[in-house]
């Protein structure tokens, strides 16, 4: 045999062994700017700071405002997040839920939002949800004025 074609067998044979023994996939962790708004003129009420998204309180955005993050789950079932989450006042809030879906639109929706219970503390907000294969998931905190996330994790 060639030593060229010794050298291209030998990768060969590694590339399938590495691709064989893959582990499966950790979990991840997403910025919150890395979402989105449902409604496009509550895009106004965000602003962006270092990947943080927090509600700017700007005119028209005195209540709460969704913001969705969505989330690149590998598997079906169920999948757990956790996003941080800071109130500056007591007028401030985050309140978080979690959504799956199946690739035929159902929405696994469980409601169980979670809100922040303290003030100027960072806070983790844990929810739950549930997706087919071929689903998805994200994250849907609604945020008032002065509200913050930072990161997602799943």
Same mark, same amino acid.
């Given at each position: ?5 010794? $050298?291209?067998?030998?990768?060969? @044979? ?18 919150? +700017? ?10 106004? #009420? ?8 927090? /509600? /700017?309180?700007?005119? !028209? ?12 789950? %590998? ?6 997040? *956790? ?7 007591? +007028? *401030? %809030?985050?309140? #978080? ?6 690739? %035929? ?9 979670? *809100?922040?219970? +303290? ?7 844990? @929810?739950? $949800?549930?997706?087919?294969? /071929?689903? $998805?998931?994200?994250?849907?905190? %609604?945020?008032?004025?002065? !509200? ?7």
């Amino acid at each position: 045999m060639s030593t060229t074609f010794k $050298s291209f067998l030998l990768a060969a @044979v590694a590339a399938v062994a590495a691709g064989a023994v893959a582990a499966p996939a950790a979990a991840r962790t997403t910025t919150a +700017s890395a979402g989105t708004t449902i409604v496009a003129s509550d895009r106004a #009420c965000f602003s962006e700071y270092w990947g943080n998204i927090y /509600n /700017n309180g700007s005119t !028209g955005c005195a209540g709460p405002r969704a913001w969705l993050v969505p989330a690149v789950v %590998d598997h079906a079932g169920w999948t757990n997040f *956790s996003v941080g989450g800071v109130a500056f006042n007591l +007028s *401030s %809030d985050v309140s #978080c839920r979690a959504i799956g879906t199946s690739w %035929d639109g159902y929405v696994w929706d469980l409601y169980a939002a979670k *809100s922040l219970t +303290s003030v100027n503390v960072f806070q983790q907000i844990n @929810v739950t $949800s549930y997706h087919t294969a /071929n689903g $998805s998931s994200y994250l849907a905190c %609604d945020i008032t004025p002065n !509200g913050r996330i930072t990161t997602v994790t799943y």
